[in-house]
């Protein structure tokens, strides 16, 4: 009986794993199918019935695995996002050790261009997916910003905490500026094309523009701002000396005039 019994929970165990396996595998294909499907269609004109068409998986299947279109979204999109974020905060820790005390703004902007650079010379599909999304017209507090607080804010704020550190004379609040004027023009002059499917223009000859112009010219904003704050802060300085300066000549007067009354 015993050996009996343990022969049925054997059976019970493989065909439980068999289902788990099975589930797994029209999970991911769900997930890849919502990927590429919000990726080229966006938020609002994707259906589950066209996710569930494309992945070869019943209604049912769909709703076992997610709960809704949006939990649907998060998980799809938040796989090229992870991959994304992490290359970027890699690629930024990698040139802060490479270049120690030389570490330059330009150096930075490259460290964040370079990993969508990179993607882009390989192809890579989850880049593509990621970067398609990345400039849809969404409403982001409804279908992004969940997938952006969880990862690329973080890596954001890395890098702005490093820019901060080689651009001593700017304030937080225009350093972070300039780095949102960086995001957006990185953004329509490489992925905007992307969207629009010009991939083979993106690569080769215009790529090594951007390396070779766009990003020393971006550093220049930056660097040309920082000037502005530190002259003014060499203004003021200077300022300060004189006002010590003038301050102590008066009182030494003062004492001269006094010392002169008393020997009279």
Sequence with gaps: MALKKDTRQKAVTRESRSWTSKGEATKERILNAAEQLFAEQGFSQTTIRDIAKKANADLSSMSYHF?????????????????????????????????????TVEDVLLAFADVSFRALEQGDAEWLNYARLATQRMRPTENMNSVLTAYYLPVRKRYLTVLGGVLKDMPASEVEWCFSCFESNFGAMVYGHVNANEIDMLRGKYLEQLRRNFIPFCAGGFDRVNKVYADQSQIKKKGATKRQSKAGSTSGAKANRSAARKSQ
Excluded at 71 to 89: G, H, I, S, T, Y
């Design 67 to 103: 709960a809704s279109k949006q939990e649907l979204f998060d998980q799809a999109m938040a796989r090229p996002a992870e991959v994304w974020c992490k290359n970027a905060r890699d690629a930024l820790e990698t040139t802060v050790l490479r270049q120690g005390d030389q570490l």
